[in-house]
């Protein structure tokens, strides 16, 4: 166990700690950047200053943010910190002192335990995930509870419990299920170890049962302030079918097992000298680097302390953590996938994070023997042998295996001497291991205790020869990136000044900025898609949104901006918006146009029609076969069709995909584009008018030709005269107008702004599948057009009366703010009240103080059926999740504390007794 006076002790580790990170993360914070790589500037750094709320008007028509996990809401180091930077590197902090204060006591060591924390927090696993704020958050704490099940090896220790149940509490608040499952399913593995040890020693189990128990049971109710409501988002949520391939994604293979022992071996990032990563997707996910130098120390541990259950227990949890990290392509990952919980999480190369705890482990088991003298030489001469051998089979391997790596970055084919002198991805490692052989061996040769110094400054360079080349560097979210330009500030205040909410059009091209899901949120801007896993299936059926933030709808003819209150479309680029078109019969996309109109500037000549463009469900259409027609006219208003003909002016996109069988020829090719299982394609055709003489142009028109399945996107046409002068056409855009004032994003304003809130006269109530239907362009039952600001689609579970007003009833008074709303409805006969607001589980509704239901609408958003006459509505959100998450949590603060407290009135009249 830790010594007295444990709470000096660890504050002076906490201190160094916050010193060393600092200095370590200074090129960033030092120029004013912050450590939000990646996904951090997206998910995580947007939420970081925003006040605490149940739930965000910016997101998805109303998002619960507190029930997201990932946003962090109740977690109180994003509360109490006061900037991104210090946030992020409490995460470092806090798992170097948790892994020292655990192996300290575990292995009576505190130089070993040190370096372990060394290992532990600086090791590939946290400096890759720096991006993922809650992987780090999540993580930093398991160390926490492995010493508190530990200093409850022998009894019940209720301090001890405290802690573990906090770190469990903190572990699930920092945000990332999965590495808090994996932490904890490793905790309890040590936990049942512990046990049977004690068992197998004679010693009584009762209370180290108890006492674990206490730790997760209470750590579980301590966090069920945020769990609890994560419960039931997660249920409100639908999760395509999980394949093995899923599963199986970012796992370790035999090939980035060589990242163990040469971390800069495929690249890190373009800026760093070891060149841009080209190896497996993606070195984030697969990164397990714990070092070479850690690595021979923990064989040495192994065998100086072989006879210790301990160091074997640590050296089991490293080999199955590395098999686990390998996903399915062992049999041990094929049967994690199918077990419950664990086997629904993706990325398996997260497992890493584990085998450098483990390692850490028995690298403090090392010192302390080194330190107490015990090691043999023969202890350290068989793990160099290993080293040696690992070392000679790596790099055949990157020789015969990998020949590509001559080009890129680096020449590893010819002499073995000079392409170690020239790649710094080998003889860096090289060098490190030749370095831990002399150490290990000075060190079991002279025993001297200063050599420990020696080997922390080693293993930190070590490890930072990986680290401090990585992403977290070079790519962090500078001044210039977090401060917008006038143009950006000016469409800012336009559409926040409009009450309604912009849909980003095709969110992967969006550059960073107000108007990229989840970043709005720190700018004020409403939009009407989110970004992230938690997308409730509502939003997903009905709104057509998958979790990037993509709407897949038409924004022309789909009644769903009207629906969610869009009154803007961005798109990321200068420029006129929406230059492709996406025009398709059937091919999954039932709402999208089969023809589309250019606008054509008056006194337009031209010689050509040029069309870059690719097909989709087309591997059956012929060579030759016509897909599509282009009709234009002159000035006199003659028209004229020429045909686009597959293999010849278009092709399929996917045509280079491997088994895949297309029917025609791949036509000229005008650019190449990344896309899963193989590059993609863009194709050019030039169609002449006229005989190739210029002519005049006032129109043109695209339409899809033929029968069957086919989609064609059309991602430019233009108008080319005699002289090679092109003139880009934009498809025409009604009831729009266009900002193009910002050369980094173009917004449209609807004319017609759609109202937030609006009373129908009339409902029909019809089941999801026909709701759904509508939706993608069906008419009404009775044959008409769906408009929704006059007609409600119901679901028949929750259908109230039909209405019986004439005319709409009149909305005044209203008042909006996050989780509530408030209107004055007078109308003569009874109306059903809409808001533009997501229907979820929380929302209650009162007419004149009057509890009533809230009815989704639209499949998407709220309703409130109100009598005739003059009423006040109000509508307000607070979960049951939320109040019973709370009662948990509370109560179990209490029974943490109630020990305490009686021990304290015991005392205190013990003291008056004895008085």
Request: glycine letters at 10%; charged letters at 15%; proline letters at 7%.
């Amino acid at each position: 166990m830790l010594a007295n006076g444990v709470g000096g002790e660890l504050l002076l580790v906490t201190l160094f700690f916050a010193a060393f990170f600092a200095l370590y993360f200074s090129p960033v914070w030092s120029t004013d950047s912050l450590l939000a790589p990646g996904d951090a500037a997206i998910s995580y750094f947007p939420f970081f200053h925003e006040p605490w709320t149940l739930i965000s008007d910016r997101l998805l028509l109303g998002f619960p943010v507190e029930a997201d996990l990932q946003v962090q809401a109740n977690y109180p180091l994003k509360l109490l910190l006061p900037s991104y930077n210090s946030f992020v590197i409490s995460a470092y902090v806090l798992m170097a002192v948790g892994t020292y204060a655990f192996l300290s006591a575990y292995t009576e060591s505190r130089v070993g335990a040190l370096i372990a924390a060394i290992v532990s927090s600086s090791g590939g696993f946290m400096i890759a995930h720096l991006g993922h704020a809650t992987i780090i958050h999540a993580a930093c704490w398991i160390p926490w509870i492995f010493w508190a099940f530990y200093c409850g090896s022998e009894r019940l220790n209720w301090p001890a419990v405290c802690v573990g149940a906090v770190a469990v509490c903190m572990s699930l608040l920092g945000g990332h299920p999965q590495i808090s499952i994996i932490g904890f399913g490793v905790g309890g593995v040590f936990w049942i170890f512990l046990c049977g040890l004690a068992r197998a020693q004679g010693r009584p189990i009762k209370g180290v049962l108890i006492h674990g128990a206490c730790v997760f049971i209470l750590g579980l109710m301590l966090s069920s302030i945020s769990t609890v409501p994560f419960a039931e988002l997660a249920a409100q949520g639908v999760r395509a079918g999980w394949s093995i391939a899923d599963y199986d994604s970012y796992s370790n293979s035999v090939r980035t097992l060589l990242i163990g022992f040469f971390p800069g071996l495929f690249g890190t990032v373009p800026a760093a000298f070891y060149g841009p990563y080209v190896g497996p997707y993606n070195l984030t996910e697969l990164a397990f680097y714990a070092g070479v130098v850690p690595m021979v120390l923990a064989g040495v541990g192994l065998l100086a302390c072989r006879r210790n259950p301990h160091v074997w227990f640590w050296a089991a949890i490293a080999v199955v953590a590395i098999l686990l990290s390998m996903g399915a392509s062992t049999p041990l990952g094929k049967l994690v996938y199918h077990m419950p919980v664990v086997g629904t999480f993706r990325a398996q190369g997260r497992y890493g994070f584990v085998f450098i705890l483990a390692i850490a482990t028995m690298l403090a088991f090392s010192v302390g023997a080194f330190r107490n003298r015990s090691v043999r030489h023969w202890h350290v001469v068989i793990p160099i042998l290993v080293l040696v051998c690992v070392a000679v089979l790596s790099l055949r391997l990157i020789s015969h295996i990998y020949p590509v790596l001559g080009a890129h970055p680096w020449d590893i084919m010819g002499d073995t001497f000079s392409s170690m002198v020239r790649n710094p991805a080998i003889f860096i490692p090289i060098a490190l291991m030749v370095s831990a052989c002399v150490l290990t061996l000075l060190w079991v040769s002279s025993g001297k205790g200063a050599l420990s110094v020696i080997t922390g400054l080693l293993v930190a360079v070590d490890l930072a020869s990986f680290g401090m080349f990585f992403e977290w560097r070079y790519e962090g979210l500078t001044p210039t990136m977090r401060t917008p330009s006038a143009a950006t500030l000016a469409q800012v205040n336009a559409v926040r000044a409009s009450g309604t909410r912009v849909l980003p059009v095709e969110e992967s091209r969006l550059v960073y900025g107000p108007f990229s899901p989840q970043v709005n949120v720190a700018f004020g801007v409403p939009l009407a898609v989110n970004y992230g896993p938690m997308l409730p299936a509502r939003a997903q059926r009905f709104a057509r949104l998958d979790p990037t933030g993509h709407p897949h709808f038409d924004i022309a003819t789909s009644p769903l901006p009207d629906i969610m209150g869009v009154g803007w479309f961005a798109r990321s680029g200068g420029g006129l918006m929406f230059d492709d078109v996406v025009l398709s019969r059937g091919c999954g996309a039932p709402a999208t146009p089969k023809s589309v109109e250019y606008a054509v500037p008056p006194g337009t000549r031209a010689a050509q029609i040029r069309i870059v463009s690719h097909l989709a469900c087309s591997t059956g259409v012929e060579q030759g076969e016509q897909v599509a027609t282009v009709q234009w006219s002159g000035p006199d208003g003659a028209a004229s069709d020429l045909a686009l003909r597959a293999g010849i002016d278009t092709s399929e996109w996917a045509i280079d995909r491997p088994g895949l069988k297309v029917n025609h020829q791949r036509a000229p090719v005008a650019m190449t584009f990344d896309a899963p299982g193989a590059p993609g394609h863009d194709y050019v055709t030039n169609l002449v008018l006229q005989g190739g003489a210029e002519a005049g142009v006032s129109s043109l028109r695209l339409d899809l030709a033929g029968q069957g399945d086919l989609a064609m996107r059309a991602r430019s046409v233009e108008l080319v005269d005699t002289q090679r002068h092109a003139l880009k056409l934009s498809p025409s855009k009604p009831g729009l107008t266009v900002d193009v004032s910002n050369p980094a994003v173009s917004l449209a304003r609807r004319n017609a702004q759609p109202p937030l809130q609006w009373s129908v006269c009339r409902t029909s109530t019809m089941g999801k599948g026909e709701i759904d239907a509508v939706l993608s362009g069906k008419a009404l039952p009775d044959g008409s057009t769906f408009d929704p600001h006059a007609v409600a689609l119901l679901e028949p579970r929750h259908a109230p009366p039909a209405p019986d007003c004439s005319v709409a009833p009149r909305l005044s008074n209203i008042e909006r703010r996050p989780g509530w709303f408030r209107a004055s409805v007078d109308g003569a006969g009874s109306s059903l009240l809409v808001v533009s607001q997501a229907w979820y589980p929380g929302w209650t509704a009162r007419v004149d103080g009057r509890k009533t239901r809230v009815l989704p609408v639209d499949g998407l958003i709220q309703g409130v059926f109100v009598p005739s006459g003059k009423h006040e509505v109000e509508l307000a959100f607070l979960p049951v999740s939320f109040i019973v998450g709370c009662v948990l949590s509370l109560l179990a603060i209490v029974l943490l504390l109630t020990p305490f407290v009686r021990e304290r009135l015991r005392l205190k009249k013990k003291f008056s007794g004895d008085r």
